[in-house]
């Protein structure tokens, strides 16, 4: 049985990615002016300000340190040093990889040599003030204090282009470093070769999150250079060593002399980097891959249209929006030629791109319903991509970087999209394929999978077997055991949803059984999901404020946070705790509790906290909604409202931890226009507090769905009335079809809570 074709696919007017750059909209209105770069660059985001296009290959920035948990992204707002601008960025993850290829423009005499490893500063590091900085979507620029060199960058999907003024001077020039990384990664290959005198290209291989990551690179400089390649091993006065690889370049400039650069990646070799860079910037026009970029992302923030008299609300929204499109990533080149996830060198199609770096464990909550309304074409590339590495590696990722399994969280979330894209109809995929993918990630089977031993354990965890062969997962066997017997429930509930779409009763009937688990870790003493031991004893001592970050029956959270994940069974989780004033009770406890955390090792991930509900990490996200499956919707509504607009702030650190790919933005955007997805796989909003007076967010076939509110202000969080499509709407819910067809929802908003929606 086979869902391609049988099912309309709504169509983008967009193809929204790689080559997407190439189009202009005729909509008058700005909305990448309201991007602010800096949100997240600050405090514990881990995003970074460097020009990119959605969902592009090349992600060039600066560079200002180089280890630490918030070098995640290589940049910090604190710091008042850039080492560099390299190619390769990841966007708010909470673990480290990348910064491929740095280059950084130079002036008089070259320092290189004295490099310590404990130092955040390159030895040719320049100082920098954020009031010479500029970061519009597409466009980053800095003034180099050291040097007096103005940088500015900007990009297409596959290549970037540089443009730097210098002053007047006979030592100008520029270093590439190879061996620089973030977070000093373990060089295993690198490779630098001078082709003429304005051409340069190389390679690097690396081990890190990646294990191994494969880049290629090939540069294309507008001024003739002399050159030097440093090709050697340091130790510095601590006996620690590294092998080094760098050009060094040298040229004379005349006084605001403009030097540009132009270079393409590619994971396939070097004539696939120069192939990029040579068919996206075929000439040295800064300003049109500037403007193209700037389009770029207005056509994609033009899908949602809110209005609003607060610009910071505006900013937020939009700026969120755009975190929604930095990752996956492309990994297609133009010639249609990729790198697989056996680490082979596949020839694929460019119409139809393959994609990299998936946070499923994040995404799947957010990122991917979002996708699902305003860009489902899109979504199914992602899927397909997915289905493809399960055919080239063995199995559907948790967390592929770089075209690698590094089996990071927990997890087999892939099965969320494919159920989910399968119930919303607008999948475009094989359903025997997918639905055998899903089954092979639920089993314990460690055959036949392409990725190191070292991750095989992760990928493949022995929870698995347990889970299916004794019922649950002991806790003295498994860390993690109650959050992945929850997420497992979850998961094995979305197989479900195939397995009767294929009309596989027998695994139907299975994954449902499993998909109650759930219910055998829920002690009704505490009221709070606890492990299990391998003598099916309760796991003690117990405390529901203990953290011991991965080490513990948890997954970044606490018992506190873990207990409310039973997101496609509600209703039977309302149940078991006694029904639905003592599941309120239980949920208002969960918001006034003492915020502290304990533990030897609490981690750093569980922030944002009100009471001991934790806003920063994701396993929180749905919870704010389960008031309006308890019949008390105006508590949804005013935490909704709470979060909105005291957890994302116009500020560098306006985001209360990590951006995780583009799943806490994508809660903001989804929340801000009103509901949001508690349960991916049931295609059913669950409506909380619209914050704008309208939005529209613009659909298939020119259908638009629109969202009003009347009397809305800061006062009026609460909804007196709804009403769809002229219509009563007495519930706070609403479907995938509601919205997918078009129309006007319409909130009249009051300042008490009302009795509308129970």
């Known amino acids: 049985?086979?869902?391609?074709?049988?099912?309309?696919?709504?169509?983008?007017?967009?193809?929204?990615?790689?080559?997407?750059?190439?189009?202009?909209?005729?909509?008058?209105?700005?909305?990448?002016?309201?991007?602010?770069?800096?949100?997240?660059?600050?405090?514990?985001?881990?995003?970074?300000?460097?020009p990119v296009v959605p969902h592009g290959m090349i992600q060039p920035g600066p560079d200002t340190r180089i280890d630490g948990w918030d070098a995640c992204a290589g940049y910090h707002y604190a710091d008042s040093t850039v080492n560099g601008f390299s190619h390769t960025h990841l966007s708010g993850t909470g673990c480290a990889d990348y910064g491929?290829?740095?280059?950084?423009?130079?002036?008089?005499?070259?320092?290189?040599?004295?490099?310590?490893?404990?130092?955040?500063?390159?030895?040719?590091?320049?100082?920098?003030?954020?009031?010479?900085?500029?970061?519009?979507?597409?466009?980053?620029?800095?003034?180099?204090?050291?040097?007096?060199?103005?940088?500015?960058?900007?990009?297409?999907?596959?290549?970037?282009?540089?443009?730097?003024?210098?002053?007047s001077h006979a030592h100008s020039g520029f270093i590439v470093d190879m061996d620089y990384s973030i977070q000093r990664q373990k060089n295993l290959d690198m490779a630098l070769n001078v082709l003429s005198d304005t051409e340069l290209c190389g390679s690097k291989e690396t081990q890190y999150w990646a294990s191994n990551q494969k880049i290629y690179f090939y540069a294309k400089f507008s001024k003739p250079f002399s050159y030097t390649i440093v090709s050697d091993t340091l130790t510095d006065r601590n006996g620690q060593s590294f092998p080094r690889c760098k050009a060094l370049l040298q040229f004379a400039t005349a006084k605001d002399e403009q030097v540009m650069v132009k270079v393409g990646i590619s994971a396939v070799d070097i004539e696939g980097a120069k192939n990029n860079v040579n068919a996206e910037i075929p000439d040295w026009n800064f300003e049109k891959v500037k403007s193209e970029a700037y389009s770029a992302w207005n056509n994609y923030l033009s899908k949602v249209e809110i209005t609003t008299t607060d610009k910071d609300e505006k900013t937020k929204f939009y700026t969120a929006l755009y975190h929604t499109a930095i990752s996956p990533n492309l990994c297609t080149d133009t010639d249609g030629r990729y790198l697989g996830m056996d680490l082979k060198v596949h020839q694929g199609r460019v119409e139809e791109p393959v994609y990299t770096n998936f946070s499923l464990w994040n995404t799947f909550r957010a990122l991917h319903p979002l996708l699902s309304i305003i860009a489902p074409k899109l979504n199914n590339q992602f899927i397909n991509s997915l289905l493809l590495k399960n055919r080239e590696g063995g199995i559907l990722p948790m967390w592929d970087l770089a075209s690698n399994y590094t089996g990071t969280m927990i997890g087999y979330h892939a099965v969320s999209l494919l159920a989910d894209a399968y119930v919303k109809g607008y999948a475009d995929f094989d359903l025997d394929e997918a639905y055998g993918a899903c089954l092979r990630a639920a089993e314990y089977d460690t055959t036949g999978i392409q990725c190191p031993s070292s991750v095989l354990p992760c990928l493949m965890p022995m929870s698995k077997y347990y889970k299916n062969k004794i019922g649950y997962i002991p806790c003295d066997r498994e860390n993690e055991s109650v959050a992945k017997a929850l997420e497992y429930a979850y998961d094995d509930f979305c197989i479900s949803i195939l397995a009767e779409a294929d009309s596989d009763f027998r695994n139907y009937e299975k994954y449902n059984r499993y998909a109650k688990a759930y219910k055998l870790y829920f002690d009704p003493v505490t009221q709070f999901m606890r492990g299990l031991d391998s003598e099916g004893e309760w796991h003690t001592p117990f405390n529901p404020r203990s953290s011991n970050h991965s080490n513990d029956d948890y997954c970044e959270g606490t018992a506190w946070q873990w207990t409310w994940f039973v997101p496609h069974d509600i209703e039977g989780l309302i149940d078991l705790m006694g029904g639905q004033q003592a599941f309120v009770e239980k949920l208002d406890s969960l918001f006034t509790a003492d915020s502290t955390m304990e533990g030897n090792l609490v981690s750093a991930d569980v922030t944002g906290l009100i009471g001991q509900y934790a806003h920063e990490n994701e396993p929180s996200?749905?919870?704010?909604?389960?008031?309006?499956?308890?019949?008390?919707?105006?508590?949804?509504?005013?935490?909704?409202?709470?979060?909105?607009?005291n957890l994302y702030r116009n500020a560098p650190d306006g985001l209360t931890?990590?951006?995780?790919?583009?799943?806490?933005?994508?809660?903001?955007?989804?929340?801000?226009?009103?509901?949001?997805?508690?349960?991916?796989?049931?295609?059913?909003?669950?409506?909380?507090?619209?914050?704008?007076?309208?939005?529209?967010?613009?659909?298939?076939?020119?259908?638009?769905?629109?969202?009003?509110?009347?009397?809305?202000?800061?006062?009026?969080?609460?909804?007196?009335?709804?009403?769809?499509?002229?219509?009563?709407?007495?519930?706070?819910f609403l479907t995938h079809e509601d919205i997918m067809k078009g129309g006007i929802l319409e909130f009249v908003m009051t300042d008490v809570p009302s009795a509308w929606g129970q």
Request: net charge positive; glycine share 6%; charged share 20%.
């Open 657 to 732: 931890g990590n951006e995780d790919c583009g799943q806490m933005s994508a809660w903001y955007v989804l929340n801000a226009m009103g509901f949001y997805q508690v349960c991916p796989g049931k295609p059913v909003y669950s409506i909380g507090r619209p914050l704008f007076d309208k939005t529209v967010i613009k659909l298939a076939d020119g259908k638009r769905f629109v969202i009003k509110t009347k009397n809305n202000s800061v006062k009026n969080k609460y909804i007196k009335s709804a009403t769809l499509n002229q219509h009563p709407l007495h519930t706070p």
């Open 621 to 645: 996200h749905h919870v704010i909604h389960l008031y309006n499956y308890a019949g008390r919707p105006w508590r949804t509504q005013e935490l909704a409202d709470y979060v909105c607009r």
């Open 1 to 50: 049985m086979k869902i391609k074709n049988m099912l309309t696919v709504c169509c983008c007017v967009l193809t929204l990615f790689g080559c997407q750059h190439q189009n202009v909209i005729t909509k008058t209105e700005d909305y990448a002016r309201w991007v602010n770069l800096f949100i997240g660059t600050g405090g514990h985001g881990h995003t970074f300000p460097g």
């Open 100 to 167: 491929d290829v740095l280059i950084m423009p130079t002036v008089g005499e070259q320092m290189y040599e004295e490099q310590e490893l404990n130092s955040q500063q390159l030895p040719y590091a320049s100082s920098f003030s954020h009031k010479n900085e500029t970061a519009v979507p597409g466009y980053y620029s800095v003034w180099l204090d050291r040097y007096h060199v103005k940088a500015e960058l900007s990009a297409t999907p596959r290549a970037a282009i540089h443009r730097y003024t210098f002053p």
